[in-house]
């Protein structure tokens, strides 16, 4: 089952469901009065769900924006080659090497997601010709539209977000959490390798650029983007003491959680409910997990 929903004019949000699964992963096509433009490519299990999809909108795929080179952001991206042999799709520089090799990722994620990996699948591979390497603050304008690239490293080494003009929509990929609708909750997304630093230090980059949408890949587009993203920081605050006391104490990662649902507000009202959804909960657990790593590697250097 797909989800299609013209969240704004021309800008339509596809709920995969990968696995059955769905408020999970998200694509954002845009029409761009000059053929459509696409942001994240899902798993490759969606691959041919989302061609699909788009082969129903108005005009030729010709663009596909990828905001990291994870399985769930960007393995169906392969399967628009079928659409347009010719699509022009942009990466990070420090990603692009994946595309046409997507086993240098593929059994790092199903050894890091574990079941949730298995059901992704293993991303298509993109021919390196299609490939567009970005630096950090190009625009690029098709028809009516303008992508402004910013890099957001700290979640991964080669992620990007982007700045979808006229309507100011941050695609903001991992780079500032996963936003759980239904109980108004943001899950970080501090899963290893982290950079915390880096990941804080890209948030504060995207707050500056003021935008007024956001649209998260899990799972969906919505105002005040700006206070989300404010309020993940002071939430960010929050985990990184909690998990620097707890890794000074030499506890464990479970003795984190219970922390975290004590000292996170938020986190202590949804809680119950966070755990019934198995693969939300999943991810919470691989975020609280990369963070308390990211602590003890630092405590490990410091000794
Ligand atoms: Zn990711």
């Known amino acids: 089952m797909v989800r299609v929903v013209e969240t704004l004019r021309n800008v339509y949000q596809i709920d995969l469901e990968p696995g059955g699964f769905s408020n999970l992963v998200s694509v954002y096509a845009i029409n761009t009065g000059k053929g459509i433009i696409v942001f994240e490519g899902g798993a490759a299990v969606s691959g041919n769900d989302l061609k699909n999809t788009l082969r129903g909108l108005p005009g030729t795929v010709t663009h596909a924006f990828i905001t990291h080179v994870h399985i769930d952001h960007y393995g169906g991206t392969g399967a628009l080659l079928e659409l347009n042999p010719n699509i022009e799709v942009y990466v990070h520089p420090r990603g692009s090497k994946v595309l046409p090799n997507p086993d240098i990722v593929w059994a790092p ?88 630093d880096m990941y804080v230090d890209s948030i504060k980059k995207l707050i500056a650029k003021n935008p007024s949408y956001i649209a998260y890949t899990h799972h969906l587009l919505v105002p005040n983007a700006v206070d989300l993203l404010n309020r993940h920081l002071r939430q960010l605050d929050v985990w990184a003491k909690a ?16 922390i975290l649902v004590e000292r996170d507000q938020d986190l202590k009202r949804v809680y119950d409910r966070l755990r019934s959804m198995k693969a939300h909960y999943h991810l919470f657990s691989m975020a609280v997990d990369g963070l308390y790593k990211y602590f003890l590697d630092l405590e490990t250097k410091r000794k």
């Open 109 to 196: 994620a199903r050894e890091a997601l574990g079941w949730l990996g298995e059901i992704y699948g293993k991303p298509f591979e993109i021919p390196s010709r299609n490939a567009r390497e970005t630096k950090d603050g190009d625009r690029i304008t098709i028809g009516d539209v303008t992508v402004e690239i910013v890099h957001t490293p700290g979640h991964a080494s080669h992620h990007q977000s982007f700045i979808v003009e006229p309507w100011k929509i941050l695609i903001v990929g991992d780079a500032a959490g996963i936003y759980v609708k239904d109980l108004d909750y943001i899950i970080p997304t501090t899963m290893e390798p982290l950079r915390f």
């Open 243 to 258: 998990t620097e006391e707890v890794v000074r104490e030499r506890l464990g990662v479970k003795e984190l959680e219970g």
